[in-house]
């Protein structure tokens, strides 16, 4: 499944470095493949904005070599941006009015940074359900990560999500829960999944949705699940995207906040990640650390080049497998070479057969 680097976006060369199939536009037009065109909707914040487009990109670059995929990132307008930020989704992100137009095959949307417990009350909340209800009538599958899941179960299916006692935040193992569903077909039935979140919906409230959970984790509840036709929305409560280094980037971000004197606690450590050597480093790290704010000295630096060389990726092959189906049976489902209405020709309550 080649992705096209069809303008200058600096994440496609990225990619290329890293060894990822990345066709120019002129190889693609040399290729007898079908072109298929996805959205990315990029929620996130500056400082992961270009990540986490890097992060989405990679995997549906690497899933399966049935057509030529366009990936078109865009954001909502209403989200707060740095000036170099803005300066950059100016010149690489498509206007929304643009993808609305030309319409798309399957549609991607990213988490968001909140502040609060309330959803509703977040500035991307109007906007984000005007990209929803387009895509739930105008795409034929769109892709929820984490923070929009929860949106989505919000407004959509009236579940609020609902606060932890503590942070979900490490790699956790998750077993299949309906092999039957082709979104799942030929993956581990056991699997991990990184998560780190707040809050969560929970087992019962999908069932009383009536939507259809694919995957579950005994200690962090559902990771996949899909509205009840199977694929018009598919729900990641996890972070399968996420690069072996994400969670060791977002545990240096909190100690530094703690540095700052931003938080109280020093944070604890992503669960099922760090091996026995790397948490001892992190211990040492902390005791210099704190030594050092008491007397009012130089900080040490955060041990990140010690760490990184032997934190294992336990989640990405399965990621691919799923994200690889997910685009097949959007492959299968559109017939037509250019974008349509939502599975215009198939029966859109039960649109796979199941």
């Known amino acids: ?16 470095k890293e060894g990822v199939t990345v066709l120019s536009p002129e190889r693609a037009r040399n290729q007898d493949i079908r072109e298929l065109h996805i959205g990315l909707l990029n929620m996130m914040p500056d400082a992961a904005l270009v990540a986490t487009e890097r992060q989405f990109f990679r995997l549906v670059g690497e899933s399966n070599p049935i057509a030529q995929f366009y990936v078109h990132p865009f954001t909502l307008s209403e989200l707060p941006r740095s000036e170099k930020a803005q300066a950059y989704i100016d010149t690489w992100y498509e206007p929304f009015d643009k993808i609305r137009e030309e319409g798309l095959d399957a549609l991607i949307i990213t988490g968001a940074n909140v502040v609060g417990p ?27 990560s984490c923070l929009a899941t929860h949106a989505v179960l919000e407004f959509r299916y ?8 503590r942070k979900i935040w490490g790699v956790f193992p998750h077993r299949v829960m309906d092999k039957a569903h082709p979104l799942v077909a030929d993956v581990n039935t056991r699997f991990d999944v990184p998560h780190s979140r707040w809050n969560a919906v929970e087992r019962d409230q999908f069932d009383a949705a009536g939507l259809r959970v694919l995957v579950e984790s005994e200690q962090v509840g559902v990771h996949l699940a899909t509205s009840a036709d199977g694929l018009r929305f598919v729900f990641f409560q996890g972070h399968p995207e996420y690069d072996t280094i994400s969670l060791l980037k977002e545990l240096k971000r909190e100690v530094l906040r703690y540095a700052a004197g931003e938080i109280d606690a020093f944070p604890p450590f992503p669960e099922n ?7 001892a480093l992190v211990r040492e790290y902390r005791w210099r650390l704190d030594q050092a704010l008491k007397a009012g000295g130089p900080l040490p630096e955060f041990p990140e080049s010690l760490l990184m060389p032997r934190l294992d990726n336990t989640w990405h ?13 959007m492959y299968q489902v559109t017939h037509r070479s250019r974008r349509i209405p939502f599975m215009e020709g198939v029966d859109p309550d039960n649109p796979l057969g199941l």
Not at 7 to 16: G, K, M, V
Not at 317 to 325: F, L, Y
Request: glycine content about 6%; proline content about 7%; some cysteine.
């Open 317 to 329: 092959d399965t990621a691919e497998a799923v994200v690889g189906n997910w685009m097949g049976l």
């Open 158 to 165: 009236g579940q609020k999500r609902r606060l932890q006692p």
């Open 118 to 144: 309330e959803l509703s009350t977040q500035p991307f909340w109007e906007p984000l359900i005007r990209v929803i209800d387009w895509a739930w009538e105008n795409v034929t599958t769109t892709l929820c």
């Open 273 to 279: 990640y760090l091996g026995e050597r790397e948490q």
């Open 1 to 16: 499944m080649p992705i096209v680097a069809h303008n200058d976006l600096p994440s496609f060369e990225r990619l290329r």
